[in-house]
């Protein structure tokens, strides 16, 4: 019997196409489905998610997936689902509709808007029957029915206040002058926040923060305070070790549910993957440290083994359920362990990773003991060596090898479903990602994965204007880009520049930027997440405050501070000034969730520098500079290369028109605050000018 399906079938979304046999008659949001509501005077049952969403899973299975849940759905609503990373504006929109009134978010997100989109009841996770005094879908959706046909005019008052009231809800509003105040307190906020036994801020569920460390680095460096450095390792150390982290196949998984980094929520993001290879590869350089190169490393091999498009970009996520249940590929039983390895490799297995007969991990919804083990580490590797009596780099060897074989066994299981569209945004972040590793670990690969990744964006993901596109599946991109498209993007090639120095790169950076502008500036200061020209909804955003990626607005003034110092365009400080300006208020409020705009501020307040490099960039006095530069962690540095290979930098970077190599040698000139030094070949002495 063929399945009937609805109109979901013919869109790109992973997330939509599980929803296409729904017995729901689903609609895509589109002008079809608005104009259904307003001819059959009905509302809109809104429901936004996206495809590795373990709860999304969980209320389609109960509720979307019955047939008497979606005869009352289609009796009562047009019903429409929206993949929220292909539309992150919808998903924004109505995410502030559902904080505003039950005062918290998430997924799966369910809005019942009017057939003009204003909203008037949300929720996120609804159950098919009510419990524990939540209501549920059966006895929801004919109360919504009954209300909407006899008291239709109190529900459009309601929902034209809510909208009023969100539009008028000011998104920032101008405050004093920024200063090095701020930075103080985002780090003394931190402080009060930081668990310095397991790491990481707050309690349970405890996520991954990536920008949190970044910024902590850059604190620590200017202000040569070691605490901030401390967080930071503490963090990254315990969130290594951890079950967060998949011990066997590398790359993060989304948040641990407690405390302690040990039981994971088992989806993986791309996005997760990009900021906390650049966290552990920025404390490498700050500390030396090989540890955290190592894990940069290993996410990488995750994210080329498990992530990478034949096309060239990457793709979004990986689910954290498989065969229907969460994190059934990554949990073992220890007779498994023992069944696949020699006695010596499974004692040793169960000994590093705290494996026990009644299991570490507990069903979720009784909370007993599942006989299953999230492979962690109870303890640093450093001190079972110590106790076993043998190197700690003979364990480590011998628990790879040992590993190796978990992985290749559990390789034959059933993997998650792979969200398998590319998103400009975090790919964006990947590409910043491998930039940045192909200069910290001098690995030409990466430099080669991330410029792959570039000229597929570039290339297959702009329209005929040059304009970006969020997404691309199935050989077809579409989705006009967002803020976070061109503020990662510009991100990873102004990255890809420094590590190719191809001009062209850095050319497509100041050219999205200027798209960018055009598009979404406010002359008030700052961005919009939408464009000028894009769909029109109930709002248009704009704010500066970070989420589980850095914010758009806080990207976007970094990159603008690095291009005004790579070109030394006075245009671009003036647009930085006025955006620093326009968020003063909202950061100096609460500054610990303005991170990433504290990173650009303390670029700002500088002092900042720009180094010329006058060589060749095959030399190897022109690779000793770089190294010498590469190897320090300098966040508020910028470099450009000054060759005969790319005479096109004279054309975006006038200043270094007069720069040239001295007695036939690489040479560094070092400019801070508009000033130059004298030229140097001596790259010591070109970090000693550096401070």
């Keep these: 019997m063929t399945k009937r399906r609805n109109r979901l079938t013919f869109e790109k979304s992973p997330y939509l196409l599980q929803h296409a046999e729904n017995p729901v008659d689903w609609y895509p949001w589109g002008d079809e489905a608005f104009q259904k509501a307003r001819r059959e005077d ?12 373990h709860w999304c899973h969980v209320m389609a299975h109960e509720s979307f997936e019955d047939d008497m849940v979606a005869r009352l759905m289609n009796d009562a609503f047009v019903c429409i689902k929206v993949d929220r990373e292909e539309r992150p504006d919808i998903d924004q929109t109505y995410m502030a509709v559902a904080q505003a009134l039950t005062g918290s978010g998430g997924w799966p997100l369910n809005v019942i808007i009017t057939p003009d989109k204003k909203p008037f009841f949300a929720a996120t996770y609804i159950p098919k029957e009510g419990r524990f ?67 990481g801020f707050g309690g349970a569920p405890k ?33 290594r070790r951890g079950g967060i982290y998949d011990q066997l196949g590398f790359g993060f998984h989304r948040y641990s549910t407690d405390s302690q980094w040990h039981l994971p ?68 039983a220890e007779d498994e362990i023992r069944e696949l390895l020699g006695q010596k490799e499974a004692d040793l297995v169960v000994k590093i990773f705290d494996i026990s007969t009644e299991g570490n991990f507990a069903e979720e919804s009784t909370g007993t003991m599942s006989g299953r083990n999230v492979l962690h580490m109870a303890r640093p590797l450093s001190d079972v060596a110590i106790e076993m009596g043998i190197s700690e780099f003979d364990l480590s060897n011998r628990l790879k090898e040992a ?12 993997h998650p479903h792979k969200d398998d569209k590319i998103l400009a945004d975090w790919n964006g972040l990947m590409i910043a990602a491998f930039a940045r590793g192909a200069q910290v670990l001098e690995e030409p690969f990466y430099e ?97 405050h970070d ?5 758009g607005n806080s990207t976007a003034l970094l990159n603008i501070l690095r291009l005004a110092n790579l070109s030394a365009n006075p245009e671009l400080e003036e647009l930085a000034s006025k955006t620093m300006e326009f968020f003063s208020a909202q950061v100096k409020g609460l500054p610990a969730a303005h991170l990433s705009f504290t990173m650009a501020l303390d670029f700002a307040l500088g002092p900042s520098s720009e180094v010329v490099i006058a060589g060749s960039p095959r030399s190897e006095d022109t690779r000793k500079m770089l190294k010498a ?14 060759s005969k290979d790319s005479p096109e930098i004279t054309e975006i970077a006038p200043f270094t028109k007069d720069f040239q190599m001295q007695e036939g040698k690489a040479t560094a000139y070092v400019c801070s605050g508009q000033v130059c030094q004298r030229p140097t070949t001596d790259a010591k002495e070109m970090i000693a000018r550096l401070g």
């Excluded at 920008?211 to 070691?226: F, G, M, P």
């Excluded at 490498?284 to 995750?302: N, S």
């Excluded at 989420?547 to 914010?551: C, F, N, Q």
Aim: aromatic share 12%; proline share 3%.
């Design 629 to 642: 530069l590469r190897s320090r962690f300098l966040p508020n540095n910028v470099v450009l290369l000054r």
């Design 207 to 239: 996520f991954p923060s990536p920008h949190t460390y970044l910024s902590l680095l850059r604190y620590w460096k200017q202000n040569q305070e070691e605490g901030a450095l401390q967080m930071v390792e503490i963090t990254l150390k315990a969130m």
């Design 265 to 332: 929520h088992f989806e993986k993001m791309l996005y997760d993957q990009a900021m906390t290879a650049l966290a552990y590869l920025e404390t490498f350089q700050a500390t030396g440290k090989e540890e955290y190169a190592t894990v940069a490393k290993e996410i990488f091999t995750y994210v080329l083994r498990d992530m990478t498009s034949d096309e060239g970009g990457f793709f979004s996520a990986e689910d954290a359920d498989s065969e229907g249940v969460e994190g059934k590929i990554y949990l073992w």
């Design 547 to 551: 989420s589980a990626i850095p914010s």
């Design 42 to 53: 009905k509302p809109i049952f809104l429901s936004i998610g996206y495809s590795t969403c």
């Design 403 to 414: 590993c190796k074989k978990l992985f290749e066994a559990r390789e034959g299981r059933v």
């Design 448 to 544: 080669e994965v991330a410029r792959c990744t570039a000229d597929f964006i570039l290339s297959k993901m702009r329209d005929k204007d040059g304009r970006l596109l969020h997404r691309y599946r199935d050989g077809e991109a579409g989705i006009g880009a967002n803020l976070d498209d061109y503020a990662f993007i510009i991100w990873g090639l102004i990255e890809l520049y420094e590590a190719s120095f191809q001009a062209a790169y850095l050319k497509a950076a100041i050219d999205l930027n200027g798209h960018l502008v055009e598009h979404f500036w406010s002359d008030k200061g700052g961005f919009y997440f939408t464009p000028d020209d894009g769909e029109e909804l109930i709002l248009r955003k704009k704010d500066a």
């Design 133 to 199: 005094g939540r209501i549920g879908m059966l006895d929801l959706v004919p109360k919504i029915k009954t209300i909407w046909k006899t008291q239709k005019g109190e529900i459009l008052d309601s929902a034209d206040q809510i909208t009023s009231a969100l539009k008028e809800a000011p998104s920032s509003a101008q405050g004093p002058k920024l200063d090095e105040s701020v930075l103080k307190s985002a780090y003394q906020q931190l402080m009060t926040r930081f668990d310095p036994v397991h790491g």
